[in-house]
C-alpha cells in the first residue's frame, strides 16, 4: 500500500501524472517535465516534498549526539535560525545518507533525511542514541514544500504570515525563521533561490492552493531530478551510497575534519582514506554530441582505465547530455561513453553545469567551442 | 485518451504505418507512445538508404526519461528520414502522426503489410489502458 502526501488530491486536481517514489504516490511530472524544469530555471515553480522524512532530535545532549553522528560540524551553527549540510556516515565512512540539519535552538535540532533511506536512517540514529540524554521524534504530521525560481521569494513573501514577513529580507542561503509550527529556510535543491517551507498537514492544502493562485507553476519529481543534476547536487542512492565515502563524491567540502579532537563516526576511516589516497573522484561530463546520457555507463579513459556515470540525463538549459561519473581521479579534459555500445566523446568537467539559471563560464567555453568547430 | 487513425497500420511496439500512393511507407511512433515516453529529447533516425529486416532496431527516441528503441515494421530500404526532428524532436510529441513522422521506407516484400494491425486491434490490445 503506497503512501500519500497531504498534498495527494490537489496532485490529481493539478493534472499531476503519479508514479511510485520510494514507497510514496507522487507527481513525476504535471504535463511536460521540460516545461516544468524552465518554470523553476527562469520564472517559479513549487514541489511537493512531503514524502521527506523530518526528524527532531530534542533533549540535553542534542549537540553532543550530532556532532558525534553528522560528518559536518553542528557547532559551525552560532545560532538558531542556522541550517548546514552534511553526510551521516557509518564507521566505513559510507555514505548512510546526506541531510540537512536545522539549529532551532539550544537543545533541539530538526533533520529532514531522504524519503528512500528513512527505515535505516532512523534504526541508525536511535541506535547511536543510546548513549546520550536526546529523544527523536519523526514529524509525520508535517508536510514540506520547496518553492524554487529566480521570482520565488518575491511571489511567496506576501502569502506568508505577518509574522515573517518583517524577517524574510533578511533571510540569507541556508538561515530559516519558525514560528510555532511553521519554518520557513532559504534552501533548496534546483541551484536557484526560493524557499523549503514545512508546515502542517492540514494547513498545507490551502497555502498550496495560494501558491498555485499567485501564479506558482506545480513541478513534478521528474523536473526536480534535472534540475538537481544541472546545478551539481548529488542524489543519495545513485551517486552516493554506503559504498561511497564523501572524498569520492565531490563532498569533501562537508566533512568538518577541524576541529581534531571532533570523534565522530567515520572519521578514522576517512583520515585512512586519505593517507592511502584517493582513487576515485565524481566529475561532471558533458557529450560533445547530440544525445542523452544515462545511470549506469561505462566511462573510458584515455589511458584505458574506466568509470561509470552516476546519474545522467538530458539537460534542457544546456540542451545537452550531461551526466555525474564515478572515474579515476586521473581522468583528464575529455573521455568517452559507452552509449549502447557506442564510444562517444565527452568533455570532463566541475560537476556544475547551471548555476542561476545560466551555463557555467567552464560550460560556456566547452559549448562555444563546439559551435566553433561545427562552423570550420 | 491517446488518438488512433482509423486510416493507419500499426505494430505491438507502437509505430505507426501509413501507405502513400507510391507504395512506399511512412513511419512514426503513436500518440499513446509518445505520451508513455514523455518529453522526447533526442531522435536518432535511421541511415538513409539502409536495409533493415522487419523487427529490427532502426532508430532511437529517447525522453528524459528513458530510451527507447523504434523496430522497423517491415523489411526494406529507408528512403527518407525527418531532419526536422534532430533540432525539433518535440515534434513527436506535439504532432506524432502529422509533423513527427521519423522515416520513409520501400517495402521489400508487401505481404509483410498484412502482419501489420488495424486501428481497432492495436487499441484493443496495446492502448487501451490509460497512460
Known amino acids: ?376 | 485518451m491517446s488518438e488512433i487513425p482509423s486510416d493507419l497500420k500499426y505494430t505491438s511496439t507502437h509505430e505507426w504505418v501509413r501507405e502513400e500512393d507510391d507504395g512506399t511507407l511512412t513511419v512514426g511512433i503513436t500518440d499513446h507512445a509518445q505520451h508513455l515516453l514523455g518529453d522526447l529529447v533526442f531522435i536518432e533516425l535511421p541511415q538513409l538508404n539502409s536495409e533493415y529486416r522487419v523487427g529490427s532496431e532502426c532508430c532511437v527516441v529517447e525522453s528524459v526519461k528513458a530510451a527507447s528503441d523504434v523496430y522497423a515494421p517491415v523489411s526494406g530500404e529507408v528512403i527518407a528520414i525527418n531532419d526536422a526532428l534532430t533540432d525539433r524532436p518535440e515534434l513527436a510529441n506535439s504532432d506524432p502522426y502529422g509533423e513527427g513522422w521519423l522515416f520513409q521506407i520501400n517495402p521489400a516484400d508487401p505481404a509483410e503489410l498484412d502482419e501489420l494491425m488495424d486501428a481497432d486491434s492495436y487499441e484493443e490490445q496495446f492502448a487501451d489502458s490509460e497512460d
Open chain 1, 1 to 376: 500500500m503506497s503512501k500519500k502526501t497531504a498534498l495527494y488530491e490537489q496532485h490529481i486536481a493539478a493534472g499531476g501524472k503519479m508514479v511510485d517514489f520510494a514507497g510514496w504516490e507522487m507527481p513525476i511530472h504535471y504535463g511536460s517535465q521540460l516545461n516544468e524544469h524552465h518554470y523553476i530555471r527562469q520564472e517559479v515553480g513549487v514541489f511537493d516534498v512531503s514524502h521527506m522524512t523530518i526528524v527532531d532530535v530534542k533533549g540535553a545532549d542534542s549537540k553532543t549526539y550530532l556532532r558525534y553522528v553528522l560528518a559536518n560540524d553542528v557547532a559551525k551553527l552560532k545560532e538558531p535560525g542556522k541550517a548546514l549540510y552534511t553526510c551521516m556516515l557509518n564507521e566505513q565512512a559510507g555514505i548512510i545518507d546526506d541531510l540537512i540539519v536545522y539549529f532551532i535552538a539550544k537543545d533541539c535540532y530538526r533533520l529532514v533525511v531522504n524519503a528512500a533511506t528513512r527505515e535505516k536512517d532512523l534504526a541508525w540514529l536511535n541506535k547511536q542514541a543510546q548513549a546520550f540524554q536526546i529523544s527523536l521524534q519523526v514529524r509525520t504530521d508535517l508536510a514540506i514544500l520547496a518553492i524554487q525560481g529566480p521570482q520565488a521569494c518575491q511571489k511567496v513573501d506576501s502569502l506568508l504570515a505577518q509574522e515573517f514577513l518583517a524577517k524574510l529580507d533578511g533571510l540569507k542561503n541556508f538561515q530559516f525563521l519558525m514560528t510555532k509550527d511553521w519554518l520557513v529556510a532559504r534552501t533548496g535543491y534546483t541551484g536557484e533561490d526560493g524557499y523549503e517551507i514545512m508546515l502542517p498537514n492540514e494547513q498545507v492544502a490551502k497555502f498550496w492552493q495560494a501558491i498555485l493562485a499567485a501564479g506558482i507553476k506545480p513541478c513534478g519529481l521528474g523536473a526536480r531530478d534535472t534540475l538537481r543534476l544541472e546545478a551539481g547536487l548529488n542524489l543519495y542512492g545513485s551517486d552516493m551510497d554506503e559504498s561511497t565515502t564523501p572524498l569520492e563524491s565531490n563532498l569533501a567540502w562537508t566533512v568538518a575534519m577541524q576541529p581534531e579532537e571532533r570523534d565522530f563516526i567515520g572519521r578514522s576511516s576517512l583520515i585512512k582514506q586519505q593517507q592511502r589516497g584517493i582513487e576515485h573522484k565524481l566529475v561532471g561530463v558533458v557529450l560533445a554530441e547530440r544525445g542523452v546520457l544515462r545511470s549506469h555507463q561505462r566511462v573510458v579513459l584515455a589511458d584505458g582505465s574506466s568509470g561509470e556515470t552516476t546519474s545522467g540525463t538530458f539537460s534542457p538549459t544546456l540542451n545537452k547530455g550531461i551526466a555525474l561519473a564515478r572515474v579515476p581521479a586521473s581522468i583528464k579534459d575529455t573521455c568517452q561513453i559507452d552509449m549502447r555500445g557506442k564510444l562517444v566523446t565527452a568533455h570532463v568537467v566541475k560537476p556544475l553545469f547551471v548555476k542561476q539559471g545560466l551555463p557555467t563560464q567552464q560550460i560556456n567555453l566547452i559549448l562555444n567551442l563546439n559551435t566553433v568547430r561545427e562552423n570550420l
